[in-house]
């Protein structure tokens, strides 16, 4: 089982160019949130572990999961309001968010019990380990399971807006890195959060993973083993979702192999299944990620 850990929240987002402002449509979202989800969907035995409101919005996100085949035990539930986040997009179809998170359920998780038998991987990352008090819980799930010999993945998929000290979250990330197998970060990521990949290897993980939009992926590995892969030509609808499917893909494909053990060749093999399952989620409107069967049919 992989769990995924952290927040989940609802994407408003902008539809065509009303007056004087567009109508917004709420579509589940959040980082982790989409991980998990497409984790389910790609097949992967996966649990959620997070705190979601009661409210409305809440329901649906928890639905959302269920939809997805994802275990759900791990969900914390509170009757706090859910996290807003409106959505812009680019003309190229980038995404930016503006969030509304002050005293939301998902702020509140707290560090949960023993983890299920059968967990071989954990996934962090995003508004969760910013925003507190449950960044600290989260922080603490990520250290105590990477100290039990869990497989650990960490996006910090950065949020400038929500970040009020950058010098102090540039230093709280060093200092998870001790405790990350696999580091997977945009160049915009990598480029806010300064240092460099080799930097980074140094300081714990056994990979990283840069995304590099339309250009692809590239992995460079502790062990020296270096790959790279263009991107999957798509009509690009909007690139909601796109990291957090490659965070799937990439754990998905892995299959329970150690990062640090694998050669270029299966590197690449791994970075293909991720570019093209992020080229279908591109390919669609807000955070749908692919089912299986599709990453088995053309683009």
Not at 34 to 58: E, K, M
Not at 135 to 140: G, I, T
Not at 173 to 180: A, D, E, H, I
């Given at each position: ?6 927040e ?7 539809q ?5 402002l ?5 579509v ?5 949130y ?25 329901e ?7 939809a ?22 680019g ?24 983890l299920?038998?059968?967990v ?7 508004c969760?380990?910013?925003?507190e008090?449950g ?6 799930l990520?250290?105590?399971e ?16 929500l970040?009020?000290?950058a ?5 709280r ?8 197998s ?18 980074w ?28 892969v ?23 494909g892995?299959a ?15 970075l ?28």
């Open positions: 089982m992989i769990v995924v850990a952290g989940s929240l609802i994407d408003l987002v902008p065509g160019g009303g007056a004087p567009p109508a917004l449509l709420p589940p979202g959040g980082g982790p989409n991980t998990a989800v497409a984790l389910g969907r790609l097949g992967a035995r996966t649990a959620f572990c997070s705190r979601i409101s009661t409210d409305g919005f809440g649906a996100l928890l639905g959302g999961l269920v997805a085949g994802v275990d759900v035990s791990l969900v914390q539930r509170g009757p706090e309001p859910t996290t807003l986040a409106v959505a812009s997009v003309a190229d179809g980038s995404a930016g968010y503006g969030f509304y998170a002050e005293g939301s359920a998902d702020r509140l998780f707290e560090l949960p019990g023993v299920p038998a059968g071989r991987a954990l996934a962090v990352g995003t969760s380990l910013v925003l008090p960044a600290s819980a989260y922080e603490a990520l250290r105590r990477a100290g039990h010999g869990l497989l650990t993945l960490l996006d910090p998929n950065i949020r400038p807006g970040i009020p000290d010098a102090a979250y540039r230093a990330f060093r200092g998870w890195l001790p405790y990350v696999l580091l997977k970060l945009s160049e915009e990521d990598a480029a806010w959060l300064g240092g460099s990949p080799e930097e290897l140094a300081a714990g993980p056994a990979a990283v993973v840069l995304t590099r939009g339309a250009a692809g992926l590239t992995v460079l590995t502790r062990a020296r083993a270096e790959a790279s263009p991107g999957v030509p798509v009509d690009v609808v909007d690139t909601i979702g796109a990291g957090d499917t490659v965070n799937a893909a990439l754990l998905h892995l329970g192999r150690d990062p640090a053990t694998l050669d270029a060749a299966a590197w690449a093999e791994v293909r299944y991720a570019a093209r399952a992020a080229a279908v989620t591109c390919s669609r409107a807000g955070a749908e990620p692919p089912h299986a069967a599709e990453l088995a049919e053309p683009v």
